[in-house]
């Protein structure tokens, strides 16, 4: 470990630096962790740097490193990670996500380093693997630090790859709260001519089927049908777009839905947001939900991972079953009819943001972690 008196050296270990919760969190760390104190750099194992990774380099000066991996476990690519934990003298190499972990465990050893790893979410349906139940517990005791986002995602640690609940500590994922000028967002709302009498519904996250946003689209047409005025903002871009743009053709939503597409500050268009929906099939803990929040915007969210360890359901938002169309609309509605509960709601999502949600604390939280 590094003298006492000199700054912990730490590399973060990842698939990239794109758009997502995982990114978002790492970037929280390497820009809010004391420099004095600590010594960030990043190396991506899927071979692209990504949108937050270029504005760590350009703002922050933050060194990142990639390699483009190949399929199965890729030898040239632990050595290559090995190679920059030796020559970067760094003292903690931190995983985020299964796979960076797999890597960074086997290229730390005899490097002197200490692995830390951080799970950020399961994919959907998870499901059991005989290797994991072989290979992890051993990789879990040899490792000096496991990390879950919320005490969902620890359950389905212990449950699906096999590591001991004991040495799992939860750390929930904190932000700087948000802040959006009025003028900007007047400037957003004339530029998707929204009416005063329109309230705004949506959400902002990968289009992708595990998100299902296809849900958001089939809600907005029942609200609709029953006279309510809603605008649905899909905010961001991903696999699934083309799905959901001929759903919403066939729905005829037309000029009651607004996909924007990829946005370089998400947030300015999520302050537009009167209701913030998140019906994913599985959360870990939703960096965009804790955006919202901070804004103090009430969320409706099905009652999947960590989403009910952030939501107080009849306090901050209301949480309904995966998938199910009539329940989820049916708690939107609620939130339309009933504008006081609305109002109050609005504030207690941010005094629950303040209270367990901030950077500050996530940030301390890991400090004690790395030291």
């Not at 380093?113 to 005791?141: C, Q, W, Y």
């Not at 699906?160 to 004991?166: A, S, V």
């Not at 007047?186 to 902002?204: A, H, N, W, Y």
Request: hydrophobic share 40%.
């Amino acid at each position: 470990m590094a003298d006492s008196k000199k700054p912990i050296r730490i590399l973060h270990v990842t698939f990239n630096m794109g758009f997502g919760g995982t990114e978002q969190v790492i970037r929280q760390l390497v820009t809010n962790l004391d420099p004095k104190n600590f010594q960030c750099e990043i190396a991506c194992i899927d071979g692209e740097i990504g949108a937050i990774g270029r504005a760590l380099e350009a703002e922050h000066g933050i060194r990142l490193h990639s390699r483009q991996r190949t399929a199965g476990l890729d030898l040239k690519t632990i050595l290559w990670l090995r190679k920059l934990i030796k020559g970067g003298r760094f003292d903690i190499v931190h995983c985020h996500q299964y796979s960076p972990y797999t890597y960074g465990w086997f290229a730390h050893w005899g490097t002197g380093a200490r692995v830390v790893f951080t799970e950020h979410g399961r994919f959907h349906p998870d499901s059991h693997r005989k290797k994991a139940r072989l290979i992890n517990p051993l990789i879990a005791f040899t490792s000096h630090r496991l990390i879950a986002i919320s005490a969902a995602t620890r359950e389905a640690l212990v449950e699906y790859e096999y590591l001991p609940r004991k040495k799992i500590d939860v750390i929930y994922n904190g932000i700087v709260p948000l802040a959006v000028k009025d003028e900007d967002r007047r400037t957003l709302k004339k530029d998707l001519s929204l009416k005063p009498t329109e309230t705004v519904i949506g959400t902002v996250a990968r289009l992708d089927a595990i998100k299902n946003q296809a849900l958001m689209l089939r809600a907005t047409r029942a609200l609709l049908d029953q006279n309510y005025n809603v605008r649905l903002l899909l905010v961001g871009d991903g696999p699934e777009r083309e799905a959901l743009e001929a759903l919403a053709n066939e729905l005829k939503l037309g000029a009651s839905v607004n996909f924007t597409g990829f946005q370089s500050h998400p947030a300015d268009l999520l302050s537009l947001m009167d209701i913030f929906l998140l019906p994913s099939f599985t959360e870990g803990t939703s960096m965009t939900l804790l955006e919202a929040m901070s804004l103090g915007i009430p969320t409706v969210a099905t009652r999947v991972g960590g989403t009910p360890e952030i939501v107080h359901d009849g306090t901050t938002g209301l949480l309904v079953e995966s998938d199910d169309l009539a329940e989820f609309t049916e708690a939107i509605k609620s939130l339309l009819d009933n504008p006081d509960t609305l109002k109050q709601m609005k504030q207690q999502a941010k005094n629950r943001f303040n209270e367990r949600f901030s950077v500050t604390q996530m940030v301390e939280k890991y400090e004690q972690c790395y030291r």
